[in-house]
């Protein structure tokens, strides 16, 4: 069965720090996106890409991230300059047309990111 | 805005017990999705729901959405200790792209 890839697995990097978290989506999928869980919680909507532009972002997603599909076929979020606050579980997620179409989510095994 | 409740967030049972856990949204859903976290693990996709009281089932697992478009619960006949994890449902947010998850069910199963 396709699978979403993320790497690293975990990542610990220190405060103010950059980092960058990479994804493969599904090869025929053309919608991607990023949620963060912090430990224990809810699944946090972070932002939405398709055909190469942002379709959606959260409150959370402010000018500190980013997307980039550098090559069409890695999706990566980039931290500008890590807090404390921005430790969770990171998810990568793609789906073959938009869920108010009807099409789910296949999440890839996450991230799991440490600011120290 | 749009906003997704469920509940119970924890839930402990017996081994052989019944388990169900609720989801309601703020607005009418154009469908309902459930997905499954085990332990440690990520988000799983279980099922959809698209027409207003469909009801679905896979084994042990019984899915219904609401007639009005706004409910939906996710019974589990017998449970097992395969079952333990977090049941989480979503629904689309208009017409953004954008799916939003409830809290989650946490099931426990005791052997």
């Known amino acids: 069965e396709p699978e979403v890839t993320q790497t690293p697995s975990h990542q610990v990097t220190q405060m103010g720090q950059e980092v960058i978290l990479r994804c493969v989506p599904i090869?025929?999928?053309?919608?991607f996106y990023w949620y963060r869980q912090i430990l224990g919680q809810k699944v946090e909507f972070l932002v939405s890409?398709?055909?190469?532009?942002?379709?959606?972002k959260s409150e959370i997603f402010d000018d500190q991230f980013s997307v980039e599909r550098p090559d069409g076929s890695n999706f990566t979020l980039k931290i500008r300059s890590t807090k404390l606050e921005d430790s969770a579980m990171y998810f990568c997620?793609?789906?073959?047309?938009?869920?108010?179409?009807?099409?789910?989510?296949?999440f890839g095994s996450g991230t799991r990111l440490t600011v120290v | 805005g749009q906003q997704v409740m469920q509940i119970p967030q924890y839930q402990h049972v017996q081994e052989g017990e019944d388990f169900t856990t609720y989801c309601n949204s703020s607005?009418?859903?154009?469908?309902i999705q459930w997905y499954k976290q085990r332990p440690g693990g990520h988000p799983v996709f279980l099922i959809q729901?698209?027409?207003?009281?469909e009801v679905k089932k896979q084994k042990r697992l019984t899915f219904q959405f609401g007639e009005a478009k706004k409910n939906s619960s996710l019974h589990i006949t017998a449970t097992q200790t395969t079952d333990v994890g977090t049941y989480f449902c979503?629904?689309?947010?208009?017409?953004?792209?954008?799916?939003?998850f409830g809290q989650g069910t946490t099931l426990q199963v005791k052997p």
């Open positions: 997620a793609s789906s073959q047309d938009r869920p108010e179409n009807n099409y789910g989510y296949t």
């Open positions: 090869s025929n999928h053309l919608y």
């Open positions: 890409f398709y055909n190469n532009e942002i379709s959606e």
């Open positions: 607005t009418t859903l154009s469908n």
């Open positions: 729901l698209v027409k207003s009281g």
């Open positions: 979503a629904g689309p947010l208009g017409n953004t792209g954008k799916l939003i």
